[in-house]
């Protein structure tokens, strides 16, 4: 039986053309959301962006038919607009008001009247509690979902290998095909293994002993950077040896790096260490300059309205990576913070001579970035929207690096399956030009309270 699903704002606010997402059913969209479309379409931010997509999408249907009969559309499903049930009765704590409340009227009205099963959609949980309470179906929009977070892909993997393969690896690498890991049970089995995924390879007669290593074509190589120090800085863990790799990769070999982890594992740190070693210490010309955006739920959309120039509206969001800046500026720790206006005046070069520049999320879209090494910090607070306008607007020569915690999500709606970081993760993952990597909780750097804070709360 053929379903008939009402979206709400937000799914058309994330996914402009999610209305195409519910195969050969009907696709109803009540007044009120064109309404809320309507006030949203003028927005500078990410949900202006959108929103004007969502009315374009509309409009290519509204050409070809009535909209409130019913326009069939490509996938053999039909798309109507809903202007009725404005009289229809809910509870009176339910305030008609309000633009929720017009969408239950709606869905309550139509389960009323057909005989076809009504579902709402939409990505707030509080309104789908409200459908329930009404006795409504109500769901997520699960298109762009991924898999739950302990099942999502890692980018490293660790596996046996015979002694004598293990011996020969630095000189020959190993073929994907000797390698085996074991299970629960204790029975042998061979792994799935991505391009590019990062190994940590273990001599089966002595479990002790490892490589560390990288798949590339059917083969595990060894790591090209393993004895690198970017700007001075040392790896301190495997998970440290695999984000220096990446990094130091041309963007021609590996135009996109995306890192997650949780606080204190050395993502934005590493990043900027290599970005520096790249941009100062190498007289090769291989970046113009280090980008950095941090996305920002609320910032993003409100910018135009703060003080100053974009540089210093964006600056509160820049501390975090000055934090980072002064420990690699000034590595001796017992000194670094003993003249704090010195340290100030080098981290002000640095931006004055626009070796490091900072944009915000909605100042990026839309542009062509060559020759640039481009940090995403926090990039679990974009949605898949946004990350792939991101992606896909990279210049020549230019290496895009995501990093963040899927863990640490600041924005309305979005949650550990549905962000863009881990959208960008899931999709991305056997891709020759995408390197990725997921630090473990064991390898946070911070501090003795940061790490016994992560095993403990």
Same mark, same amino acid.
């Given at each position: 039986?053929?379903?008939?699903?009402?979206?709400?704002?937000?799914?058309?606010?994330?996914?402009? /053309?999610?209305?195409?997402?519910?195969?050969?059913?009907?696709?109803?969209? $009540?007044?009120? *959301?064109?309404?809320?479309?309507?006030?949203?379409?003028?927005?500078?931010?990410?949900?202006?962006?959108?929103?004007?997509?969502?009315?374009?999408?509309?409009?290519?249907?509204?050409?070809?038919?009535?909209?409130?009969? /019913?326009?069939?559309?490509?996938?053999?499903?039909?798309?109507?607009?809903?202007?009725?049930?404005?009289?229809?009765?809910?509870?009176? =704590?339910?305030?008609?008001?309000?633009?929720?409340?017009?969408?239950?009227?709606?869905?309550?009205?139509?389960? @009323?009247?057909?005989?076809?099963?009504?579902?709402?959609?939409?990505?707030?949980?509080?309104?789908?509690?409200?459908?329930?309470? %009404?006795?409504?179906?109500?769901?997520?929009?699960?298109?762009?979902?991924?898999?739950?977070?302990?099942?999502?892909?890692?980018?490293?993997?660790?596996?046996?290998?015979?002694?004598?393969?293990?011996?020969?690896?630095?000189?020959?690498? *190993?073929?994907?095909?000797?390698?085996?890991?074991?299970?629960? @049970?204790?029975?042998?089995?061979? $792994?799935?293994?991505?391009?590019?995924?990062?190994?940590?390879?273990?001599?089966?007669?002595?479990?002790?002993?490892?490589?560390?290593?990288?798949?590339?074509?059917?083969?595990?190589?060894? %790591?090209?950077?393993?004895? #690198?120090?970017?700007?001075?800085?040392?790896?301190?863990?495997?998970?440290?040896?695999?984000?220096?790799?990446?990094?130091?990769? $041309?963007?021609?070999?590996?135009?996109?790096?995306?890192?997650?982890?949780?606080?204190?594992?050395?993502?934005?740190?590493?990043?900027?260490?290599?970005?520096?070693?790249?941009?100062?210490?190498?007289?090769?010309?291989?970046?113009?300059?280090?980008?950095?955006?941090?996305?920002?739920?609320?910032?993003?959309?409100?910018?135009?309205?703060?003080?100053?120039?974009?540089?210093?509206?964006?600056? $509160?969001?820049?501390?975090? *990576?000055?934090?980072?800046?002064?420990?690699?500026? =000034?590595?001796?720790?017992?000194?670094?913070?003993?003249?704090?206006?010195?340290?100030?005046?080098?981290? =002000?070069?640095?931006?004055?001579?626009?070796?490091?520049?900072?944009?915000?999320?909605?100042?990026?879209?839309?542009?062509?970035?060559?020759?640039?090494?481009?940090?995403?910090?926090?990039?679990?607070? +974009?949605?898949?929207?946004?990350?792939?306008?991101?992606?896909?607007?990279?210049?020549?020569?230019?290496?895009?690096?995501?990093?963040?915690?899927?863990?640490?999500?600041?924005?309305?709606?979005?949650?550990?399956?549905?962000?863009?970081?881990?959208?960008? #993760?899931?999709? +991305?993952?056997?891709?020759? %030009?995408?390197?990725?990597?997921?630090?473990?909780?064991?390898?946070?750097?911070?501090?003795?309270?940061?790490?016994?804070?992560?095993?403990?709360?």
């Amino acid at each position: 039986m053929s379903k008939v699903y009402v979206l709400d704002t937000n799914v058309l606010i994330q996914a402009p /053309g999610a209305f195409r997402c519910f195969e050969e059913n009907t696709v109803v969209i $009540p007044v009120t *959301v064109l309404e809320e479309l309507d006030n949203l379409k003028r927005d500078d931010g990410e949900r202006g962006i959108n929103a004007r997509k969502a009315i374009r999408a509309l409009e290519q249907l509204r050409v070809r038919g009535l909209l409130t009969d /019913g326009v069939e559309m490509e996938n053999g499903g039909l798309l109507r607009v809903e202007k009725n049930y404005v009289d229809v009765q809910l509870p009176q =704590d339910f305030h008609e008001h309000k633009q929720d409340n017009r969408i239950l009227k709606v869905c309550k009205g139509l389960a @009323e009247d057909l005989s076809q099963p009504v579902i709402l959609v939409t990505k707030d949980m509080l309104l789908r509690i409200k459908a329930q309470l %009404l006795g409504l179906a109500a769901e997520d929009f699960t298109t762009e979902q991924v898999a739950e977070e302990e099942i999502q892909y890692r980018g490293r993997a660790e596996v046996y290998v015979p002694e004598d393969a293990f011996k020969d690896f630095k000189k020959k690498g *190993v073929s994907v095909d000797k390698i085996y890991c074991i299970d629960d @049970e204790g029975n042998t089995y061979q $792994p799935e293994l991505y391009e590019n995924q990062f190994i940590v390879l273990k001599a089966d007669q002595s479990a002790k002993k490892t490589h560390l290593g990288r798949v590339e074509k059917g083969m595990i190589k060894k %790591l090209e950077y393993q004895k #690198s120090k970017p700007y001075g800085i040392s790896p301190r863990n495997s998970g440290q040896y695999f984000i220096q790799e990446a990094l130091m990769q $041309p963007a021609a070999k590996a135009p996109l790096v995306i890192v997650k982890g949780l606080a204190g594992t050395s993502k934005t740190f590493y990043s900027l260490a290599v970005g520096l070693e790249k941009v100062l210490n190498q007289q090769s010309g291989e970046y113009r300059r280090i980008l950095i955006c941090r996305p920002n739920a609320q910032f993003d959309s409100e910018i135009g309205f703060l003080p100053g120039d974009e540089q210093e509206k964006i600056s $509160p969001l820049l501390r975090p *990576v000055i934090d980072n800046l002064e420990q690699l500026i =000034d590595s001796d720790e017992k000194e670094r913070y003993a003249n704090e206006a010195e340290l100030r005046g080098k981290i =002000d070069e640095i931006f004055d001579r626009g070796i490091i520049q900072a944009e915000a999320m909605n100042f990026i879209r839309g542009r062509s970035i060559a020759k640039t090494y481009l940090m995403i910090d926090e990039a679990q607070n +974009m949605t898949p929207e946004q990350v792939k306008g991101i992606i896909t607007r990279a210049g020549k020569d230019t290496k895009i690096i995501l990093l963040g915690d899927p863990n640490q999500i600041d924005r309305p709606f979005l949650d550990e399956r549905t962000n863009g970081l881990s959208y960008a #993760s899931e999709h +991305m993952k056997g891709s020759p %030009l995408c390197w990725q990597l997921t630090f473990s909780a064991s390898e946070c750097e911070r501090s003795e309270l940061a790490m016994d804070a992560i095993q403990r709360l």
